[in-house]
C-alpha cells in the first residue's frame, strides 16, 4: 500500500502554536504548582502545631483537675475538723469560758475599788502634811 499524502496549510499551524505558547506563558503551571504545594505544606505543619498545643492544653487541664480536687479534699478535710473542734468547744468549754469571764470582771471591779481607796488615801496623806499656806493656793475641785 503506498503512503498517503495531504497537503495541510502551515499559517493555521504556525497560529495553533502560537496560541498554545500565550496560554502556557499566561498560566504557568509549575510555579503555581509549587506555590500551592508549600501553601498545603505550611497549612499542615500550623494543624500539626494546634494538634501538639491541644494535647499540651488537654494535659495541663487535666493535671489542674486533679490539683483542684485534691484542694478541694484538703479543705474538706479541714473544715470537718474544724467543725468537730468549734462544736466541742462550744458545748463544753462555753460554760466554763463564762465563769471564767465574770471571775476576772469580779477580780477587775474590786481590784478598782482598791485602787480609788488608795488614791483617796494618798491624796489625804499629801493633803495633811501640807503647810496651811499652800493649801489656799489650791484650785478648789468641785
Do not use: C
Amino acid at each position: 500500500m503506498p503512503e498517503e499524502f495531504e497537503l495541510v496549510p502551515l499559517d493555521p499551524i504556525k497560529a495553533l502554536e502560537r496560541r498554545i505558547e500565550r496560554l502556557e506563558q499566561s498560566i504557568p503551571k509549575h510555579t503555581a504548582s509549587l506555590e500551592f504545594l508549600e501553601l498545603v505544606k505550611t497549612n499542615q505543619q500550623v494543624v500539626d502545631d494546634l494538634v501538639k498545643m491541644n494535647s499540651q492544653v488537654i494535659h495541663r487541664l487535666l493535671s489542674l483537675t486533679d490539683a483542684i480536687n485534691n484542694l478541694v479534699s484538703k479543705l474538706n478535710d479541714f473544715m470537718s475538723k474544724f467543725e468537730i473542734a468549734t462544736s466541742e468547744v462550744s458545748e463544753e468549754k462555753l460554760g466554763e469560758l463564762e465563769r471564767e469571764q465574770a471571775r476576772i470582771r469580779n477580780e477587775y471591779e474590786e481590784l478598782s475599788q482598791r485602787l480609788a481607796k488608795l488614791e483617796k488615801r494618798i491624796n489625804a496623806m499629801l493633803l495633811a502634811k501640807m503647810p496651811v499656806s499652800s493649801m489656799r493656793k489650791l484650785p478648789v475641785k468641785k
